[in-house]
């Protein structure tokens, strides 16, 4: 069974409600294009904005080298990754 991130299970959920309502006659299917075009576009800029907050606050930590905040350093470090493997996908979709 392939592994999906959370925010891909939700975005594939809302995905389908919306092309759902374009099957139903609801909505139409460029309107239901249009609502994931504006949805994919939001998700980016909320994570670029994680990113560059995570890697400017690592670089401080960083630069203090304060061992008592090593594990939150590792929790950036993991924010990181994870937030650039999410931009790519949406790059991809």
């Given at each position: 069974m392939p592994v999906t991130s959370?925010?891909?299970k939700g975005r594939n959920s809302g995905l389908q409600q919306t092309f759902g309502q374009?099957?139903?006659g609801r909505v139409?299917?460029?309107q239901a294009m249009?609502?994931?075009a504006h949805t994919v576009k939001q998700q980016r800029?909320?994570?670029t904005i994680l990113l560059a907050t995570c890697q400017r606050a690592l670089e401080a930590f960083q630069a203090?080298?304060?061992v008592a905040d090593e594990s939150f350093v590792d929790d950036l470090e993991r924010i990181i990754a994870r937030t650039k493997t999410e931009l790519d996908?949406?790059?991809e979709a």
């Open positions: 959370p925010s891909a374009a099957r139903e139409s299917c460029s249009a609502v994931d800029a909320i994570l203090a080298d304060n996908a949406l790059r």
